[in-house]
């Protein structure tokens, strides 16, 4: 099986760290380049999160590049420090890589690997989906180069996390979200209604953090920063896989058992509903729920189990 | 046990009929007057259709006020006759009532009743919301009159049913529904998330119309045509019972197995979340999802059964 070749969209954070560390693991990927954007911290602590973490993962040929510090129609808020720490990382200091950004931007580096990788490149975006807007502005065409576009973001039929209606990466930047969900290539949406089914249990974090490895036992230390904000979610230190679900969703591995093909929009205006994720599952009532000519598939369930597959495959491959 | 005096307001409508001849039916109801407000048709028509209901339950006595024929932001559009049908009872047409509708509008009478039956009148409303909105600018006390408001409408993590985020009755009077749901009234919401799961079946629909009794006999008639509709939606003749669902809610004969207490607002911006339900239901991770302040309880799952206690009252009492 040939590998899929990729290009990352993130805002490293923790949950991205896991999805980093997912892509360099499995052999089904190969992880081009990286971009970021701001969401869970600023876009250059970001990147500068990223190549540490490549760094230590072994990986430092794979680059990275810095995107929008701004969204569409609001300045960067500050980040979510109570979910992801000060630096993104939930305040675990990562041996500083000597690698540097690159001089192209993210959304530039985009549009360059979709042309050098015409039809086969993947983009899995975990964050909000400025830069991926800003690609389709610089390369309309854009949809015409990629094979697949998998984003970890909204909120079908579950409850929203930043606010009652809207996952967080799509409410920091709805305008960008519309933009880049109204645009012709095949989606497929990864929304709150499945990451937040798969938990990784304390179990789970012990199992990396007492490994012995350097990059599994530096994702189980930051996940113990994670896993106390999501206390406040599940009444139990855990956490939802919000990320590395989407990445391994998008490379074919896990198997996904209700994800209906239907016609999807963002919610832009400043009410209540702002950045809502509106997926017409109208259908649902009567079977599959797809849509003809809908080119967004929602994947509301997965088969269970991701976390120990998660864990199995970063412990086999560092 | 003490009866409970119900105002209802209406958009009659073949669920509303069920809706009625329940609310006649049930031992712990006493209605008191119907308001009828545009929606499956014209309000003046949905009056009609109720006093012929009520002569024909023999119930010629519960006065009907005509209320409101546009709603707050835009003219009435002309109903559903594709889900109820010209007249709102699926074409059939009922003995006419002698009784006209009353002189007072429909906001004046619920005002009119809360005011009678201060701290005891329960408001069951089963349509647009713009008589309540219009009750609420008429008498701003209006909440501390009321004992209780139940309303069918929204969607709160069920698909819509007009569009994609939106059920109907949300639908066409959003402003007027934001109003309602931000009044420190004590509120049950019954959205389509337990409506869409009581349905009655052509088994339900044949005992009613072979009863040999007016009343029921009638309703078997036109949920045909209801039924019709909702193959659409279920791949099989039957349909959800949304308003007898809401108002047996009210009276509390319906157990609810599922129902936070949490803050809710209406999207009235013009997006793809128009008339959008948010619920602040992001609690439920952790069990109840109850909010401190809260004043809406939504119902979100109910005990199965409904239909067959719909029709056994319906049945006993006709």
Known sequence: ???????????????????????????????????????????????????????????????????????????????????HGDNGMGGLELPRAPREPETESAAQMLVRLAREHRGRLHVIAVAPLTNLAEALRLEPRLPELVAHVTIMGGAALAPGNLTPAAEANIFHDPEAAADVLAAPWELTLVPLDV???????????????????????????????????YRGIFGRPCSAMHDPLAAAIALGEVTVTRAPVVRAAVETGHGPARGATVCDLRGIYRGSGDQDGAHCRVVLEAEPGFPDFLVDGLLRAF
């Open 195 to 229: 990451t937040m089914t798969e938990v990784m249990e304390e179990e789970h974090r012990l199992r990396l953090l007492n490994s012995g490895k350097p990059l599994p036992e530096a994702l189980g230390r930051m996940l113990e920063y994670y896993f106390e904000f």
């Open 1 to 83: 099986m040939d590998t899929i070749p990729v290009y990352l969209d993130c805002d490293t954070g923790i949950d991205d760290a896991l999805a980093i560390a997912h892509l360099l693991a499995s052999p089904r990927a190969e992880l081009l380049g990286v971009g970021t954007v701001s969401g869970n911290s600023d876009a250059a602590q970001c990147a500068r999160n990223t190549l540490d973490l490549l760094a230590l993962a072994g990986r430092p040929d794979i680059p990275v590049a810095v995107g929008n510090h701004d969204f569409q129609a609001a300045p960067y808020g500050g980040g979510s420090p109570h979910v």
